[in-house]
């Protein structure tokens, strides 16, 4: 078919050089599919090389702490994924190895359809299609497409579309599906972009629906969604002598796992005794649905404020080893700031 022949011809000459893909280890791929699934290659990048060196096989991953996972994945946000990530690959010890099928693919905490094809078309050469947001983008303005992508008949149509476009002839380098797949992902984030994308040079551009009608601007099509909700948070840093103030978040919680100074809320009025310093207020951080509208606060205290049973003392020098929201880590450098300025 022409638009995958074209595809793949510029993939050959255009195509990321990237680490995971110098390989068909399932373990690597996956790997580098769950940290690129809401991060940008260039970030991701240097956390999967931290991971591939500090737990280089499944079973290594597997062996290691929660904790330990989550330290290493901080500042990635979407933590969801590390714990899943974890998660997975004990699954995978206990399976005796990835599974080969789609079905089974599946079936690991965290993996979707476009993972599941990801990793089945590049790692074992199954004949799955991708379909991601570069995907839904080359998709949508090339055969002109303006069902929504984000309802149930969208992702109906573009799953049909994308797999009945899988290549299904030989003389390929790799499996036809993963050059494919490859390619078309590579395509949407090089070529044709979000924004400004490369139109009058692109190899698709006489058949475009999109660029011969005027709609590359309004493709692909995206139904709205629920409003995004504000939430105010006032952290206090609380400094007794050399040990600070810690809780873990539960279980259900967007930051599960994940280590917090005190958190003042209405069902708990902290005695405070000590000096007070107000560090920052208003400090914004947007998650999905959701922002977040942080006053940040210093309290250096003589003796340990009585605080709720969840909370423990540590010492100041090791609060690195406890994983924390990129918010938090905002909220320790304003103390750094701060005591360097008042050294």
């Avoid at 030989?170 to 599906?177: G, L, Q, R, V």
């Avoid at 404020?305 to 100041?316: F, H």
Wanted: hydrophobic fraction near 40%.
């Amino acid at each position: 078919m022409e638009f995958a022949s074209l595809l793949m011809k510029w993939f050959r000459e255009n195509g990321r050089d990237l680490p995971w893909r110098q390989t068909r280890d399932p373990y690597a791929i996956w790997l580098s599919e769950i940290i690129l699934q809401q991060t940008q290659v260039k970030q991701g990048w240097d956390y999967w090389e931290r991971f591939m060196r500090r737990w280089p096989t499944v079973e290594a991953l597997a062996a290691a702490t929660e904790d330990d996972v989550l330290r290493e994945w901080q500042g990635l946000g979407y933590y969801s994924r590390a714990r899943n990530l974890h998660y997975a690959a004990r699954q995978v010890v206990e399976m005796g190895g990835f599974p080969q099928t789609l079905e089974g693919l599946r079936s690991l905490k965290g993996v979707g359809d476009y993972t599941a094809a990801a990793i089945g078309s590049i790692a074992f050469g199954l004949s799955a299609a991708v379909v991601d947001g570069n995907v839904y983008r080359v998709l949508a303005r090339h055969f002109g497409i303006d069902t929504p992508i984000n309802t149930t008949d969208g992702k109906k149509t573009f799953a049909a579309l994308a797999q009945s476009l899988l290549p299904s002839s030989e003389h390929f380098d790799i499996s036809p599906s993963s050059e494919y797949n490859q390619a078309i992902m590579d395509f949407g984030a090089i070529q044709c972009t979000p924004q400004s994308p490369h139109c009058l040079i692109c190899p698709l551009m006489e058949t475009c629906d999109a660029l011969r009608t005027g709609r590359v601007a309004q493709l692909p099509v995206k139904q709205k969604t629920l409003k995004v909700k504000e939430r105010h948070l006032s952290y206090i840093y609380i400094r007794c002598g050399r040990q600070v103030a810690i809780h873990r978040r539960g279980a259900g919680d967007i930051w599960q796992g994940l280590w917090e100074p005190y958190l003042a809320t209405d069902c708990h009025k902290l005695q405070l005794k000590g000096q007070y310093t107000i560090l920052q207020r208003g400090v914004k951080h947007v998650l999905t649905h959701r922002v977040l509208l942080a006053d940040f606060a210093l309290l250096q205290s003589e003796e340990q404020p009585p605080l709720p049973p969840d909370y423990i003392w540590v010492d100041e020098a090791v609060l690195g080893d406890y994983a924390v929201p990129r918010l938090v880590e905002h909220l320790y450098r304003q103390v750094r700031l701060y005591d360097e300025k008042n050294a």
